[in-house]
């Protein structure tokens, strides 16, 4: 994935940020349990399209800093995502969303909806208030459970669980068992149970992401890895589709982390977007 630029800090905690390329910057967003690691094939192939790819690390995950004074809640992930890109000098940009970071990144557009050139979703959950999470990912919303849950996860037994639920294609099982070390790093993962206790299913968070994208004035596509078994094309992506009032989903070969099943098909789509200046 390249170099990592110096650290880029937002509101309240500092990230790695992984550059590659020039042109229209594309700012590609990860959900949980995962990182900027999930874009690793993804950037190179928007460079190889003449497009800047940027991915960090959201607080508390990866190389971010996971601060115990901070808001990991979606709005609070969003309002620090934007000062990381006024961080990075950056006025205008394509953004890609996925998992948990689709609700972040369309309150990233309510927050700043001009700068905003082309929104591409991946993945993801629209209709907040009435998602409940996969039967892999609950237990780390319930306290002491989580806790025990995450202890005893073997990179072994997440590398199996990804080829169920995440991965369609021959990802290196090295690849898959590297998603634990980055996640458990400093503080053995106790910054992203606090993320996934930090859900804002409520109306209120759902009405204002909804409304954002419904006022949205620049394009917006969804791709969908259509073999995911847990955010489901026929109910989650319609979700999505119909929320952007758009009138297709492109379905890609893949499970849920589509990034590493389609990455070149991924920046297909973005660089045709960018092409045409959003």
């Known amino acids: 994935m390249g170099e990592p630029r110096p650290s880029t800090r937002g509101r309240g905690a500092g990230t790695t940020v992984w550059e590659e390329g020039s042109g229209e910057p594309v700012v590609c967003l990860h959900g949980v349990p995962s990182s900027a690691f999930l874009y690793r094939k993804v950037l190179p192939e928007l460079t190889a399209r003449d497009c800047r790819g940027i991915a960090f690390d959201l607080p508390g995950l990866c190389l971010a800093d996971r601060p115990e004074a901070f808001d990991y809640s979606w709005s609070g992930l969003a309002k620090w995502t934007v000062d990381a890109v006024d961080a990075l000098g950056l006025d205008r940009f394509h953004l890609v969303v996925h998992d948990i970071s689709g609700p972040i990144g369309f309150d990233v557009v309510a927050r700043v909806p001009d700068r905003i050139a082309s929104l591409t979703v991946l993945n993801t959950l629209g209709r907040v208030a009435s998602f409940k999470r996969p039967w892999s990912m609950e237990p780390f919303a319930r306290r002491g459970i989580g806790e025990i849950y995450l202890k005893t996860m073997h990179p ?4 199996r669980l990804m080829r169920v639920q995440g991965v369609a294609t021959a990802v290196p099982s090295a690849d898959l068992r590297a998603y634990v070390h980055l996640l458990k790093r400093t503080d053995g993962g106790r910054a992203f149970l606090r993320i996934m206790r930090s859900f ?5 968070f759902e009405r204002r992401i909804l409304q954002a994208l419904s006022a949205r004035s ?7 890895g259509e073999e ?3 955010l489901r ?3 989650h992506g319609e979700q999505v589709r119909e929320a952007l009032g758009v009138d297709t989903i492109v379905r890609l070969h893949g499970k849920h982390f589509v990034q590493e099943d389609a990455p070149s098909e991924i920046a297909d789509h973005v660089a045709a977007f960018a092409a045409a200046g959003g």
Not at 156 to 159: C, K, N, Q, R
Not at 200 to 204: A, D, S
Request: aromatic share 14%.
């Open 218 to 224: 620049f394009p917006a596509q969804v791709l969908w």
């Open 200 to 204: 804002e299913r409520t109306e209120e």
């Open 156 to 159: 072994i037994a997440f590398e």
């Open 233 to 235: 094309v026929e109910r």
């Open 228 to 230: 995911d078994p847990a």
